[in-house]
Structures are given as C-alpha cells and as structure tokens.
C-alpha cells in the first residue's frame, strides 16, 4: 500500500484544510483509520492532510465531503488552497488511493448507510466543546498566518472561515458558546481590517473594523475591543495623522486589560506618535509603559 506522499511547504490555507477535516472527521466519531476505510485511502495520507504538509487531490477532498457529510465545506476550502486540480475520471493515480474493496458501500446498502449518516449529523448539529475549540484554534493558525503571509494568500480562508462562524451562529447556540463564536468573527474580522489594508482596500478595511468593534461589544470581549481601535491608530499613523493617531491610542488602552498585547502595541503607537509630534519625553514614557506591560504579559503572549 502506497505510503503518504513526501511533504512540502504549503501555504496557510492547507493547514486550514486540515483543521477543517480533523474537526469534522471528530464530529462524526471516526478515527483516521475509520475514515481511511470508508474513502479508501491510507490512514498515513489523511493524516499528513489534517497536519496541513500536504496539499490532497481534489478526489481526495470529494470522498472526504461525501463521508462527511459536509456539504461541499471541504471542497471550498480546498479551493483555497492552489490552482485547482481536476479529477481524473477513474478517480485513480493518486498518493495514498488504494482500489475500491469489495466490502465497500455501494448499491442499496449505500442508502442504509446514508440514513445513519444523517442520523449522525443531526446529532452532531449540536455545538459541542470540538466544534469551538477547532474554530477557535483555526482562528489562531491564521493570525499567526499573517506575519509574512501576503494578504491576496490569506484574504479566502479568513473569509471563509468567517462565514463558517456564521453558519454556527444560526445553529443557535448556548449563550456561552454565542459569544465564544461572536469573538471568533471578531478576531477574524479585526484580521481582515488589516489584510485589506495592505492589501489597499481601505473601504473594505474600515467595514470590517467597524465590525470587529461591534462584535467585541456583543462579546463583552474588551482586547478585541481594544485591537479594533488599534487599527484606527496604526492608520492615523499611517497616513500622518499623528494627533488623531494619539488619541485614539491613548482610547484604545483605556479599553484594553492592563496585561494584555493590545495594551502593549497601543502604547507603543503613542509613543510613535508622540516622537512624531516631536516630543520625545512623552514618547519615553509610553515606550516605558509597553516594556512593563510586556513584562507582565503570559509567556505564550509575549
């Protein structure tokens, strides 16, 4: 049997595939090795997937989808991921595709087998503690992501994974699960503001700051709040405003945890601020202020 194919580096995107999958393979209560034999693949392949060091076929991704029962969700987000591939017609060739066997479901038994699936997704409809976790931990990969990731490479997944969130939103959840998902879309949305500002959309980057901040007020959340106001002050800062660029910093902390990365960048955009407008005492000062916040920050914060 054919082993997983040789890793290569993969944009943000496959790893968001891969989260994608483990989270939904978790959902219906397959292992790796159970979803393996119901698509017939190699345990070994899917796992390299869910890991994100390789980008799968979109075969692959379809008998992933049909298994599943994800409604085309994998299939878009491996759109995301390169030039799409079209599949050969024999569904064959690829890294990892083993023959069908003959004990796969096919024929009348396939309805059988669909009517349990069904059965599975409507209990899994209910939001569980894996459904948010894997949300909120692909909210996070793409943050990471973008550091040094060109905005046009991650601009589809974040807005994809945006409008994920909103599919759950309409599942009606707990309140507490609400507002855990309210925060997500926050986060995402404070990203976008910034990658459509590289990207030079400004209008589009205003809209999803200005939605960031309403999501963090539904949330209760106030270094979401607080991130969303500083996006307004690195533009001021941008574009010379340099008084406006103060003021809203100096807002921004006033929102933010006192030991919080927010609190660290908005003192550091009044001190940028401040050297600007040519006072370097005051510019001191704020620089002093975000080395002791950063000092009591956690140290996976830092």
């Known amino acids: 049997m054919p082993s997983a194919p040789t890793p290569d580096p993969a944009p943000p995107t496959v790893a968001v595939l891969g989260a994608t999958l483990r989270r939904l393979r978790t959902l219906e209560g397959l292992t790796q ?3 393996a034999g119901r698509i017939s693949y190699d345990r070994s392949y899917i796992a ?25 969700e994998l299939l878009r987000h491996w ?25 796969d479901r096919t024929g009348p038994g396939r309805a059988v087998f669909e009517a349990v699936e069904v059965a599975r997704r409507a209990e ?28 046009g490479e991650l601009l589809p997944a974040v807005l ?46 205003e809209a999803s700051r200005d939605a960031a901040f309403r999501l963090a007020r539904l949330a209760g959340h106030a270094e979401l709040a607080a991130w969303s106001v500083e996006a307004l002050a690195g533009w001021a800062l941008a574009d010379g405003r ?9 807002d921004g902390q006033d929102l933010a945890p006192p030991a919080s ?41 830092s």
């Open 261 to 301: 990365a927010a609190a660290v960048q908005l003192a550091l955009d009044e001190a940028e601020a401040w050297t600007a407008l040519g006072d370097p005492a005051q510019a001191a000062g704020a620089r002093h202020q975000a080395a002791l916040t950063r000092a009591m920050l956690p140290a996976t914060a």
């Open 124 to 151: 899994a409809s209910q939001l569980g503690p894996g459904t948010l976790a894997g949300v909120e931990r692909t909210v996070a990969r793409l943050r990471d992501a973008a550091d040094g990731t060109p905005p």
């Open 48 to 72: 390299a997937v869910e890991r994100g060091t390789v980008r799968p076929s979109r075969t692959m991704v379809e008998r992933c989808d049909q298994a599943l029962q994800a409604d085309g």
């Open 79 to 103: 759109a995301l991921t390169g030039p799409g591939a079209r599949p050969r017609a024999d569904g064959g060739g690829e890294p990892g595709h083993r023959p069908a066997a003959p004990g």
């Open 33 to 35: 090795a159970g979803l």
């Open 242 to 250: 340099f008084r406006d660029a103060l003021e809203l910093a100096r």
């Open 160 to 205: 994809a994974q945006l409008r994920y969130v909103g599919r759950l939103l309409e599942r009606r959840p707990t309140l507490a699960q609400h507002r855990r998902l309210l925060a997500a879309a926050g986060w995402l949305s404070v990203l976008l503001a910034r990658l459509f500002f590289e990207a030079g959309d400004r209008e589009a980057a």
